[in-house]
């Protein structure tokens, strides 16, 4: 049994930073490509950032020098730092990880999800 679990959400007033982790259970991690993703009341889930595949790193372009994705093989752990956060970053987080083959931010190749940690950021 694979499980994926998020942490880390809150609210934050605008500029603010929060760092969501993911934690995986039940599987080779290292065996796994992982994901950050999120989704807005109304809107579509979409991908936030990822690893290529040569492990660099990939990031929506609303995002981009603003939130940085980190992975610790060792502990299992995805994490997303999240700084000069603006209220269109409010979302639910989702960590998403998928066995062995890479899909890079297709939200709908991703085989396990987590049950997401909500992101407010105020005006």
């Known amino acids: 049994q694979v499980h994926v679990v998020e942490s880390g959400g809150g609210s934050v007033q605008a500029g603010g930073s929060l760092r969501l982790s993911c934690a995986a259970f039940?599987?080779?991690?290292?065996?796994?490509?992982m994901g950050w993703f999120r989704q807005a009341p109304g809107k579509e889930r979409e991908g936030v950032a990822g690893?290529?595949?040569?492990?660099?790193?990939t990031y929506a372009d609303s995002v981009k020098g603003r939130f940085t994705i980190l992975r610790d093989n060792a502990k299992n752990t995805l994490y997303l730092q999240m700084n000069s956060l603006k209220p269109e970053d409010t979302a639910m987080y989702y960590c998403?990880?998928?066995?062995?083959?890479?899909?890079?931010?297709?939200?709908?190749?991703?085989?396990?999800w987590g049950q997401g940690t909500q992101v407010t950021v105020s005006s």
């Open positions: 039940g599987y080779a991690y290292i065996d796994y490509y």
């Open positions: 690893f290529e595949r040569d492990g660099s790193t």
């Open positions: 998403a990880a998928n066995p062995h083959v890479w899909v890079g931010l297709s939200a709908a190749e991703y085989k396990y």
